[in-house]
Nanobody, 125 residues
Framework: VQLQASGGGLVQAGGSLRISCASSEIALHDHTLGWFRQAPGKAREWVSC????????HYADSVKGRFTISREEYRPAVYVQMNNLTPEDTAVYYC???????????????????WGQGTLVTVSS
């Protein structure tokens, strides 16, 4: 199963960016999908997740109020709108999905079976 993360790029501090995760093999409109990021020299950390069972959204404290995760009902993609970006948001962003759609959101990498290749977000000061 392949996930494709896209939409990364270079943006100035305070700016916005929208990243996407798509798959031709998973019905992302009702499958739990999480996002993680890894900054240079740091461990990968959980960022956000949207639940497959009820569409509930979850955010790390560091991005709450600035990032919004969403999906469209009939499109196999999940989006993260990132606003008010700071240099601390610079990282490679990965999308990940558990094996089954009904497995709920988790902050643990081990709970995710499928991973995208990552998309680089760079925020300049």
């Amino acid at each position: 199963v392949q996930l494709q993360a896209s939409g990364g790029g270079l943006v100035q501090a305070g700016g916005s960016l929208r990243i996407s995760c798509a798959s031709s093999e998973i019905a992302l409109h009702d499958h739990t999908l999480g996002w993680f990021r890894q900054a240079p020299g740091k461990a990968r950390e959980w960022v956000s997740c949207i639940s497959g069972s009820d569409g509930g959204t979850h955010y790390a404290d560091s991005v709450k109020g600035r990032f919004t995760i969403s999906r469209e009902e009939y499109r196999p993609a999940v989006y993260v709108q990132m606003n008010n970006l700071t240099p601390e948001d610079t990282a490679v962003y990965y999308c990940a999905a558990p094996k089954f759609w009904y497995i709920d959101c988790s902050e643990l990498e081990s709970d995710y079976e499928y991973w995208g290749q990552g998309t680089l977000v760079t925020v300049s000061s």
